[in-house]
């Protein structure tokens, strides 16, 4: 039977201090709106374990996870994460990328997966930033990459932020080809070089966005020819999102979740999709596009 495997742990929710901009709540509420509208059920998810540290120096430096481990990262390297450190944040770190690693294997079981959390790209080997401490991504790729299990893959970043830590990571990777299309304006303002960067300008529309997606994605598909593709979906790419500078409606999301599941079901190539970022003032709009990508799945997979 064909199966929608969701990574999910209460521990994603992480409690952050009163007023903080980031919208944690979304992770409770990402699947707690799809088990309302009947889009999944209990089965569709999993509880990740923590990922092992043998796995995660793999792609981080060791000094830099044993600190974050101790829980002896700098007041200023906090700050640029902006999280407050705790051992419930850094074991949420780790259950991520345990989940995204797990989507991996359901994904070339079943087509794809799907993680409530994840796409952590700005987290470079020895630090991290933008509200992330481990890339998740980049760990289940060398995870993929070491295992043999794959050797040509294809990350697809469409958060409106560059994929800065990503990038970074594999610049010497050629097994692993790193898209990024994202605000040429926009966090991070120093960019660092992808495979293929594409910076839109502020005030892209819908149409003029998915008219570049279009023209590129299939083409870089054809090239790579990947065995497994890492989807990150944020919807900061909203005209709603507070620093996305997009204008992107909920629906263009939407279809630009289409245009990526349809070209991997077309190639028959597994996709592994994390949320990434969404910083509307309305979090139910946040959550309403996050769903948007998993009923996609549903239809495009016919799970």
């Known amino acids: 039977m064909t199966m929608l495997k969701i990574a999910y742990n209460k521990i994603f929710a992480h409690p952050l201090p009163e007023g903080h901009r980031f919208p944690m709540v ?27 540290e043998d796995i995660i120096l793999l792609t981080h430096d060791q000094s830099y996870w044993s600190r974050m481990k101790q829980l002896e ?34 994904a070339i079981e079943y087509g794809v997966s799907l993680n409530v959390a994840g796409g952590t790209h700005h987290s470079f080997a020895d630090r991290g930033e933008g509200f992330c401490l481990l890339n998740d991504f980049a760990i289940a ?12 893959i294809l990350i697809v970043d469409l958060d409106v ?13 050629p097994r692993v080809f790193t898209f990024s299309m994202h605000g040429a304006h926009n966090y991070p303002f120093r960019k660092e070089q992808s495979d293929l960067d594409i910076g839109l300008a502020d005030g892209t529309t819908g149409e003029e966005y998915l008219n570049v997606l279009n023209q590129q994605l299939p083409k870089l598909i054809n ?13 900061d790419v909203l005209a709603t999102d507070k620093f996305g500078k997009m204008q992107l409606s909920i629906d263009d999301c939407k279809q630009r979740d289409e245009v990526v599941f349809n070209l991997c079901k077309q190639h028959n190539i597994p996709v592994t999709v994390a949320m990434g970022g969404g910083y509307s ?20 997979f016919e799970l």
């Open 26 to 52: 979304k992770y409770e509420l990402i699947p707690e709106t799809l088990l309302r509208e009947g889009v999944i059920t209990e089965d569709n998810l999993f509880s990740p374990e923590r990922v092992a």
């Open 73 to 106: 990262l700098t007041q200023r390297e906090m700050r640029a994460i902006g999280f407050p450190l705790s051992a419930a944040l850094v074991e949420r770190e780790q259950r991520i990328s345990q989940g995204t690693i797990d989507c991996t294997h359901y």
């Open 141 to 152: 790729a060398n995870y993929l990459l070491h295992n043999n299990i794959a050797e040509r």
């Open 161 to 173: 932020h560059q994929g800065n830590g990503t990038a970074a990571l594999f610049k010497d990777e």
């Open 223 to 235: 090239k790579v020819k990947p065995q497994h593709i890492f989807f990150l979906s944020g919807v």
């Open 281 to 300: 003032p309305s979090v139910k709009h946040i959550v309403d596009a996050h769903c948007n990508t998993y009923k996609a799945v549903k239809d495009i």
